[in-house]
């Protein structure tokens, strides 16, 4: 009888392998050196695509001999906080949601304040935007339950791997309704259409410990007191004059609430201007995107839509692709009336018949000196400039404008344009004159270099829509080794709205430390 045991193996397998489980238990047990009948699970640890050298996915398993799999269990150590001290959590986007579940763990009672409204009336008020072409700038695509990247795919990839526990990260996923393969994955996804629920689940579980929420409620005002010589934060008090206080004060805003940026400036409570990044949306046939990346492999049937991750660099600017959507549409993505902003998303599925992806250029002060008398405002002013410029181009309407990419690259008009899966109308309009000169230069070579490394990419079948905006926070709120804002004691400003991350992963790790480092120095 075979003894019980576990093994750790490597392997390599066809699309077809991985995707049949007879052929997969079968090439396990050969690279294992057992017999198949021994196998009784298989269990991936981690996966990854490779399409270099011929198509495979690189695996790492443990296969179970004489003895049975039991399913992980995902489940938090949550506290009951109802009578606990409160902490006050601006935000409810992925830092404010996951400083929330940490705070149950840490023995803190979350209260959120969210000047957007639950993910079930959001949906309502999205829809509305699509039909009446009028932005709520209190409940949109960016502003809500979830914060802008409910509505972003769910892409939960990051270099961040230095800033915590991503392990724990995707295990609240997980236990919240999250397919348990983004725990194996590379490049893991959850999809729009799931994420909705997923937050709504996280709620439910804050809320059954404990915590409160307050949505349409938007912060105007951070409640601050001297004391011994160091300005101390109480609170925070709303538009409608209703205060909230708390131990301290996790300022989780998200890169797109501007009036934060402007009260602190007003206050002259310290800010600095950061680098940020601009461009476009570019969109492809999927079917051509599968065509380059799988080099037209009969194992395509196998296979999930093909992604891609390009960047380089040009006249000293990172060119780069942000937030790639395979099968995903394209979404108007602005906060207030008189912007045009564009973003990208797609469903767990990924069967929308077209590819997008931003296609961004890094942009610093050193580009726009004509901004220097903003001081740290000058990067918010000048992406606010561009934003107003692509409205009016699109006719005073959130209709994106666009381009074929090929006539862009030629600086040359669009006679007329290919269909779009934006999820409104488009304007044709020559991009190559609307987006600021050392952008379009730098994107138009970045696209010849594309088309170099993914062979088909620089194609009249492609379009680009304007205008890719909100990469990241144009604006820092700065914060010491404890993550206190140096003159306000007790905030702690985390997540992209701070500047201190960029997608829901590392901005859910930031809300994470953040919590930890308020009970570390409080303790």
Same mark, same amino acid.
């Given at each position: 009888m075979m003894t019980a045991m576990r093994k750790t193996v490597e392997i390599d397998l066809s699309p077809e392998e991985y995707a049949t489980p007879t052929l997969l238990r079968q090439a396990v047990a050969r690279r294992a050196g057992l017999s198949v009948s021994d196998v009784r699970h298989v269990e991936v640890l981690r996966r990854s695509l490779d399409s270099r050298r011929g198509i495979r996915y690189h695996a790492t398993v443990e296969v179970y001999v004489g003895e049975d799999f039991v399913p992980h269990d995902y489940r938090g150590h949550y506290q009951d906080?109802?009578?606990? @001290? @409160?902490?006050?959590?601006v935000g409810a986007g992925p830092a404010g949601l996951f400083a929330a579940l940490r705070a149950l763990e840490l023995g803190l009672k979350p209260i959120i304040i969210e000047r957007g409204q639950p993910v079930e009336q959001r949906r309502y008020d999205i829809a509305l935007l699509g039909r009446s072409r009028e932005v709520n700038p209190e409940s949109n695509w960016c502003f809500g339950e979830g /914060?802008?990247? =409910?509505?972003?795919?769910?892409?939960?990839?990051?270099?961040? =791997?230095?800033?915590g526990n991503i392990a724990y990260v995707l295990q609240r996923f997980i236990e919240h309704g999250a397919d348990p393969a983004i725990a194996i994955d590379a490049h893991a996804h959850i999809g729009t259409d799931r994420l909705s629920g997923i937050i709504a689940n996280m709620r439910h579980t804050i809320e059954a410990h404990g915590g409160e929420y307050h949505f349409g409620t938007r912060v105007v005002d951070i409640i601050a007191q001297q004391e011994e010589g160091q300005l101390r934060v109480k609170g925070v008090k709303d538009m409608d004059g209703n205060t909230y206080e708390g131990q301290a004060v996790i300022? #989780? =805003?998200?890169?797109? %609430?501007?009036?934060?940026?402007?009260?602190?400036?007003?206050r002259g409570w310290t800010l600095q201007a950061k680098p940020f990044a601009l461009g476009v949306r570019v969109e492809h046939p999927q079917s051509l995107i599968n065509e380059i990346q799988y080099h037209r492999s009969p194992a395509m049937r196998f296979l999930p839509? #093909? #992604?891609?991750?390009? =960047?380089?660099?040009?006249?000293?600017? /990172?060119?780069?692709?942000?937030?790639?959507?395979? /099968?995903?549409? !394209?979404? @108007?993505? #602005?906060?207030d009336s008189g912007q045009q902003v564009v973003n990208g998303m797609s469903n767990s599925q990924?069967?929308?018949p077209y590819a997008n992806s931003g296609i961004a250029v890094t942009v610093s002060l050193e580009d726009v000196p004509q901004y220097a008398d903003h001081g740290a405002l000058a990067l918010l002013r000048f992406q606010q400039d561009v934003e107003r410029a692509a409205f009016r181009a699109a006719g005073d309407t959130i209709s994106a404008p666009i381009q074929r990419l090929t006539d862009f690259c030629q600086n040359r008009s669009s006679q007329n344009n290919n269909k779009s899966n934006y999820l409104g109308p488009t304007t044709a309009y020559p991009l190559h004159q609307l987006l600021p000169p050392f952008v379009v230069r730098c994107l138009q070579e970045g696209f010849r270099q594309f088309d170099?490394?993914?062979?088909?990419?620089?194609?009249?079948?492609?379009?680009?829509?304007?205008?890719?905006?909100?990469?990241?926070? @144009?604006?820092?709120i700065p914060r010491d080794e404890t993550m206190q804002h140096p003159q306000l004691r007790r905030l702690y400003p985390c997540g992209?709205? %701070?500047?201190?991350? /960029?997608?829901?992963?590392?901005?859910?790790?930031?809300? !994470?430390?953040a919590i930890e480092k308020l009970v570390n120095y409080q303790s």
């Amino acid at each position: 009888m075979m003894t019980a045991m576990r093994k750790t193996v490597e392997i390599d397998l066809s699309p077809e392998e991985y995707a049949t489980p007879t052929l997969l238990r079968q090439a396990v047990a050969r690279r294992a050196g057992l017999s198949v009948s021994d196998v009784r699970h298989v269990e991936v640890l981690r996966r990854s695509l490779d399409s270099r050298r011929g198509i495979r996915y690189h695996a790492t398993v443990e296969v179970y001999v004489g003895e049975d799999f039991v399913p992980h269990d995902y489940r938090g150590h949550y506290q009951d906080c109802h009578s606990k @001290p @409160p902490v006050i959590i601006v935000g409810a986007g992925p830092a404010g949601l996951f400083a929330a579940l940490r705070a149950l763990e840490l023995g803190l009672k979350p209260i959120i304040i969210e000047r957007g409204q639950p993910v079930e009336q959001r949906r309502y008020d999205i829809a509305l935007l699509g039909r009446s072409r009028e932005v709520n700038p209190e409940s949109n695509w960016c502003f809500g339950e979830g /914060g802008a990247g =409910t509505y972003s795919d769910g892409k939960l990839y990051t270099r961040s =791997t230095k800033r915590g526990n991503i392990a724990y990260v995707l295990q609240r996923f997980i236990e919240h309704g999250a397919d348990p393969a983004i725990a194996i994955d590379a490049h893991a996804h959850i999809g729009t259409d799931r994420l909705s629920g997923i937050i709504a689940n996280m709620r439910h579980t804050i809320e059954a410990h404990g915590g409160e929420y307050h949505f349409g409620t938007r912060v105007v005002d951070i409640i601050a007191q001297q004391e011994e010589g160091q300005l101390r934060v109480k609170g925070v008090k709303d538009m409608d004059g209703n205060t909230y206080e708390g131990q301290a004060v996790i300022l #989780a =805003t998200g890169h797109s %609430a501007r009036d934060i940026y402007s009260l602190f400036s007003s206050r002259g409570w310290t800010l600095q201007a950061k680098p940020f990044a601009l461009g476009v949306r570019v969109e492809h046939p999927q079917s051509l995107i599968n065509e380059i990346q799988y080099h037209r492999s009969p194992a395509m049937r196998f296979l999930p839509p #093909a #992604a891609y991750s390009l =960047t380089t660099q040009v006249d000293g600017h /990172g060119v780069f692709s942000f937030c790639m959507c395979p /099968g995903g549409v !394209i979404v @108007p993505a #602005a906060t207030d009336s008189g912007q045009q902003v564009v973003n990208g998303m797609s469903n767990s599925q990924r069967n929308s018949p077209y590819a997008n992806s931003g296609i961004a250029v890094t942009v610093s002060l050193e580009d726009v000196p004509q901004y220097a008398d903003h001081g740290a405002l000058a990067l918010l002013r000048f992406q606010q400039d561009v934003e107003r410029a692509a409205f009016r181009a699109a006719g005073d309407t959130i209709s994106a404008p666009i381009q074929r990419l090929t006539d862009f690259c030629q600086n040359r008009s669009s006679q007329n344009n290919n269909k779009s899966n934006y999820l409104g109308p488009t304007t044709a309009y020559p991009l190559h004159q609307l987006l600021p000169p050392f952008v379009v230069r730098c994107l138009q070579e970045g696209f010849r270099q594309f088309d170099r490394k993914m062979r088909g990419f620089l194609t009249s079948e492609a379009s680009i829509l304007a205008v890719e905006s909100r990469t990241s926070s @144009p604006v820092r709120i700065p914060r010491d080794e404890t993550m206190q804002h140096p003159q306000l004691r007790r905030l702690y400003p985390c997540g992209e709205g %701070a500047g201190y991350a /960029g997608g829901i992963v590392s901005s859910a790790l930031d809300g !994470i430390n953040a919590i930890e480092k308020l009970v570390n120095y409080q303790s």
